[in-house]
């Protein structure tokens, strides 16, 4: 049996606080002398039953209804004690062998959690008294009298993501090592304990305090008790039946409350993601509440930080740096204003005076609000990228201080130069003074080590981020996303800018390749004073891809992770083969190539393997036929050169 205790008269109408006298609260005294004592005598037993024959029309009264779930209501006896009776059924009191059962108190070592019953009587079950208190999410006697799919959400956004955002943390660290308590508990062997998720009103809100509710269920599966669960009840549902879609103009209470969920479930070292349901909650949640990460990313990146640090003192102050980092503030004000006049002339061939005035006035204005730490996106070897909004960001010189003083003359309309190259977001849409603009394309992973990161990390922490992290994500990446990077180079290597003036991409920097927007991208400005025609090389990819962990190191070599290089080595040479790159006619690329192949550990000599793919390549098939050849190729490569492992 299932009930959510939820207060109906907290948000329709103040009730009157119930007098407990006479019947009921002399039925109240009863149950709480049963209640001490290890054994209920045959004289308790009558006494019991007889007040509460006397006191059942008095409780059920509209003046002590707490609240009605999917299989009972609830009723306040006295200040202690509430009973739950089954939905459309009568108590049935008149049989001379009522049953009168204590309760087990198997969940004793739980603080939060008032759901299980401390007697039953027959079909009645009394359990310990809440109080007043407020479910999670939109209470069903609410839901009455709300008209609309508007006026639910505006609830939900207006009323209840405030108010949960104001509670403390200590609150919420107190239901997540409840969760981990009960992560370590079975009915039974393989019969695991599990708290029901699918009712927001399970979690309650009584003063200051957040508390559990309803029976506990048994499934046969470990470590259910999760953050994705605690984000479902707080975060996902309106209600039993209902998910929320937005969080409208309230996502800063809701990264609050996110924030307050991720802080105390590292303290109490709850998995992540459990269940199949927890990344559909985690998917749900980030895009309701704005935040441009990948789930999969944010929830290996916690789980780095959980490994490189079993203390909590070290931990919690990384996990509240990372979580502050990734959930900037919602764009408002200045910054949303520049974007409105972006959006007003973005995709126009030229713009006015009094537009190039106004965006430059816009930028000068926005200048405190974007370049500060929290919309840090990534540096490279010249620039740091900053989020304006959602929809764009902005590109600086590195180690230079920026202001409205500062910002430097002259205003250049971006001429779309790069337009045929698809996956190339590094062509700025304007630049003002020192300032660009650009496309902001959310969640972006680099390949290699991030930069800001590579600056903190020592050695052996860039080796385990580098293996661990970046090796198994762009090893995962599809073969279509390492031939359309290749494709775009191809196409640079067919552009002039001069009589001897080439695009050169600069594959020095691993970071100016990222998986972002579910493909891989070019950033980073492109070279066009380059005296080399067709420059851009499957050796430049090997370069980005494998050879260097940052623009200053190379690589660590990969141990027993090495099939994950070849993998990414498989995919850069097919991609390489697609796009007519693999030419090696310098000096530098030779050099990558070797690298490339020692990381792999691949003696064939280079120009052999180039050579049998050119050949594949010319042959007289349609592209899927010769990738299919290319990759028997490459895997009988890779038969022949066993590595050491």
Known sequence: MKVTLQNNYSY??????????????????????????????????????????????????????????????????????AMKIKNYAKPSLETSDLVIKKGKNIFKNLKTYYGEEVLQIGDLKILRNLGKHTPAGVPPEKLKDLKSLEEIYKYYQ?????????????????????????NKMKYSAGEYCTFDSKNPGNILLAGDELKLTDEINSINMSDTNS?????????????????????????EEAKQILRKILIASEKANLPYDTRERDRVVWDGVFKNAEINEDVDDFIQNLEIIRGRNPRLSKRIPEVEKYVDRAFCPSFKGRSRELEKVLDNVVGKPEISEKEKNLIIEKIKNALQDILIPSRFI??????AVYKITTKYAARVPVNTQITPSTLGEGFEWGKGIFSRMRNYYGEPILQAGKFQILHNIGFQMP???????????????????????????????????????????AILNEMRFGPRSFGLFDSLNPNNIVYGKKSLLLVDEIETLCDKPYSNTTAKLLEVFINRATKDREAPDAGEKVKLVRKIFKKTLIAGMYADLLHADSKEDCRNWEIAL????????????????????????DMDEKITIARRYIDTLFSVNPTNI
């Open 12 to 81: 329709t109408y103040p009730m009157k606080k119930p007098v407990f006298q006479s019947a009921s609260g002399d039925f109240g005294k009863a149950v709480g002398d049963v209640f001490q004592k290890e054994t209920i005598s045959e004289t308790a037993r009558n006494n019991l039953i007889d007040k509460l024959r006397l006191a059942i029309k008095e409780i059920i009264k509209p003046k002590n209804f707490m609240g009605r779930g999917f299989n009972g209501t609830v009723y306040q006896i006295d200040k202690n004690f």
């Open 378 to 383: 990534e540096e490279g070897t010249h620039n």
């Open 598 to 621: 020692r990381k792999c550990q691949i003696k064939t000599p280079l120009f052999e393997i180039i050579n049998k793919m050119e050949q594949i390549g010319a042959m007289p098939f």
């Open 447 to 489: 390949a290699g080590i991030p930069e800001h990161l590579s600056k903190t990390m020592s050695e052996h922490q860039q080796k385990k981020y580098y293996i661990e992290k970046y090796l198994p994500k762009f090893a995962s990446i599809s073969q279509y996303n390492y031939n359309q990077i290749a494709r775009d180079l």
């Open 227 to 251: 953050v994705g669960k605690l984000m479902e009840l707080m975060l996902y549902k309106i209600s039993s039946l209902d998910s929320i879609r937005s969080y409208g103009d309230n996502t």
């Open 158 to 182: 207006k009323e209840y993501l405030p108010l949960f955002a104001k509670v403390p943390q200590k609150s919420y660290d107190a239901v997540a090592e409840d969760f981990a308590r009960l």
